[in-house]
């Protein structure tokens, strides 16, 4: 079975920085896409950005270009997303998902998602 | 940056049909991109209910049905039942912004 996990909330303070993490499971972690999206309070959902664990090719969306950067450790089947300053504006639920295999640009696979709150 | 946009809300009563739209433009859906579609239940992930255009993954009810034409795309849900209330997006790729788009939202309320 497909799992992806990710790590639990987190409360920061503005300024701060952040790494949340979703480990893969039941599939070959190097051979699909896994992205990040995120849904502001009482709001749709939104795509960050993209990598390729297999060989680290990541793309971004642009609104989130050089606002956080996304990592992947092949060898803990484990992809990231980090903030190296938390503004209010990021608070939100965080959540990654898996790209079908392909041409098949869907996300069939869904973590649990992160809370993340920014408040001084 | 939502570039797909669909009805904030839909309404019915159990049993009735209701239909979602999504509509793009000709750097996503019009462009042949496939349209797929999530279901997101209160306090949860959401989940893929229909992936390329009109195919339902193991385990969606045939309740569920996709379309695709032009620049927009379709989801129809035959038979509504109170589980089905929750929020509904579509997702596609937009060449323009060399990405991924979802769509707007529609939540579903069942009457």
């Known amino acids: 079975e497909v799992q992806l996990v990710q790590s639990g909330a987190e409360v920061k303070k503005p300024g701060e920085s952040l790494k949340i993490s979703c480990k893969g499971s039941?599939?070959?972690?190097?051979?699909?896409?896994i992205g990040w999206v995120r849904q502001m309070p009482g709001k749709g959902l939104e795509w960050m950005g993209i990598?390729?664990?297999?060989?680290?090719?990541?793309r971004y969306s642009p609104p989130f270009q050089g606002q956080v950067t996304i990592s992947a450790d092949k060898s803990i089947s484990t992809a990231y997303l980090q903030w190296s300053s938390l503004k209010a504006s990021d608070t939100a639920l965080y959540f990654c998902v898996r790209r079908g295999d392909g041409y098949n640009d869907f996300f069939d696979s869904w973590g649990q998602g992160t809370l993340v709150t920014v408040s001084s | 940056q939502s570039v797909l946009t669909q009805p904030p809300s839909v309404s019915g009563a159990p049993g009735q049909r209701v239909t979602i739209s999504c509509t793009g433009s000709?750097?996503?859906?019009?462009?042949?991109?496939?349209v797929h579609w999530y279901q997101q239940l209160s306090g949860t992930a959401p989940k893929l209910l229909i992936y390329?255009?009109?195919n339902r993954p193991s385990g969606v009810p045939d309740r569920f049905s996709g379309s695709k034409s032009g620049t927009s795309a379709s989801l129809a849900i035959t038979g509504l039942q109170a589980e089905d209330e929750a929020d509904y997006y579509c997702q596609s790729y937009d060449s323009s912004l060399s990405g991924y788009v979802f769509g707007t939202g529609t939540k579903v309320t069942v009457l």
């Open positions: 039941g599939y070959s972690f190097t051979s699909y896409w």
């Open positions: 390329g255009n009109s």
């Open positions: 990598i390729y664990p297999g060989d680290s090719d990541t």
């Open positions: 000709s750097s996503n859906i019009g462009a042949g991109y496939d």
